[in-house]
């Protein structure tokens, strides 16, 4: 049986008014929608041996 399920974390940053605060992702190619703005988040890295 094949194991698809990949873990990760997502953060929904407010300040004191409840505005949302994205982050902006870095502007560079090698990186997943680069220069978008985002929610923080991150998925599971593997595990290193």
């Known amino acids: 049986m ?3 399920h990949r873990r ?3 953060a929904i940053i407010t ?3 409840g505005d949302l605060l ?3 992702r870095d502007d560079i190619p ?3 929608w680069s220069g978008y703005w ?3 988040g ?3 890295e593997p595990r290193k041996t």
Request: proline residues 14%.
């Open 8 to 10: 990760g974390a997502v």
């Open 42 to 44: 991150r998925r599971e």
């Open 15 to 17: 300040n004191p008014r």
């Open 2 to 4: 094949r194991n698809d």
């Open 22 to 24: 994205p982050h902006l």
């Open 30 to 32: 090698a990186v997943c």
């Open 38 to 40: 985002s929610r923080p």
